[in-house]
């Protein structure tokens, strides 16, 4: 699991297909700025997945 978070404070979390396709949108929508995969993955950090929910019976 990927995150980025920019300096604006906005922040996304997700695999690495997820993580670049919120990253392109969030930049062009918000800033203007195309940025190409190997640019976010760059930037991108591993995080460790979320804990499993438990169980319903």
């Known amino acids: 699991m990927k995150e980025v978070t920019c ?3 906005w922040t996304c ?3 690495e297909d997820e993580v ?3 990253v ?3 930049g062009r929508d918000a ?4 940025s190409t995969r190997e640019e976010i993955l760059a930037i991108a950090v ?3 997945p979320p ?3 438990p ?3």
């Open 13 to 15: 979390r997700g695999t």
């Open 31 to 34: 800033h203007g700025i195309e």
């Open 24 to 26: 392109m949108a969030h």
């Open 46 to 48: 591993e995080v460790p």
């Open 55 to 57: 169980a319903a019976d």
């Open 20 to 22: 670049v396709a919120q």
């Open 7 to 9: 300096i604006c404070g």
């Open 51 to 53: 804990p499993a929910s």
